[in-house]
Structures are given as C-alpha cells and as structure tokens.
C-alpha cells in the first residue's frame, strides 16, 4: 500500500531485489494497493512508485526494505529509507 500522488491518474510500480534492476509490476488506476507475491527471508527488495498523469510521469523515490529471518505473526515494516530517484 502506498499514498497515491494527487492528482495522477494512474501509478506504476516497479519492484525488484536491487535497485538498479526494478522491473515493472502493475498499473494501477483506482487503487493503492500492490502485492509482490512470496517473499524470501533475508532478502532486500527495493520498491518505486511513479505517478502518471497527462503522458507526463513523475518518478518516485526509490524505498528499501529487508526481510527478517525468523517467521513472525505480524510482519511491519518500522523506518523504511528511502533514496533518491535515478
């Protein structure tokens, strides 16, 4: 889930595990909500979302966040950083 740019009309998310190879996941246009599918244990996944909107594209920060390695109830995400965008 992420706060949508307004006002885009669409956003395109980009998901990878390094932030040199993102790869394009989703358009989405009515909803803020993007599942990568399983996750590997200790891994780093770097996230982008861009906004969309009248052909014109504003890119997003690049964000980062780690797996943990022990099997938990409730996973959250605490202090994500955030980098600047390429």
């Known amino acids: 889930m992420f706060l949508g740019g307004d006002p885009a009309e669409r956003h395109v998310v980009y998901f990878g595990e390094s932030r040199e190879a993102l790869q394009k ?29 009248d052909g014109d594209t504003l890119k997003g920060p690049i964000w980062k966040f780690t797996v943990g390695t022990e099997p938990q109830e409730d996973v959250q995400i605490a202090n994500p950083t955030a980098s600047g965008a390429k």
Request: charged share 30%; no cysteine.
């Open 25 to 53: 996941q989703a358009e989405l246009g009515d909803t803020n909500i993007f599942t990568p599918g399983r996750l590997r244990r200790g891994q780093t996944y770097y996230w982008r979302v861009d906004a969309v909107r």
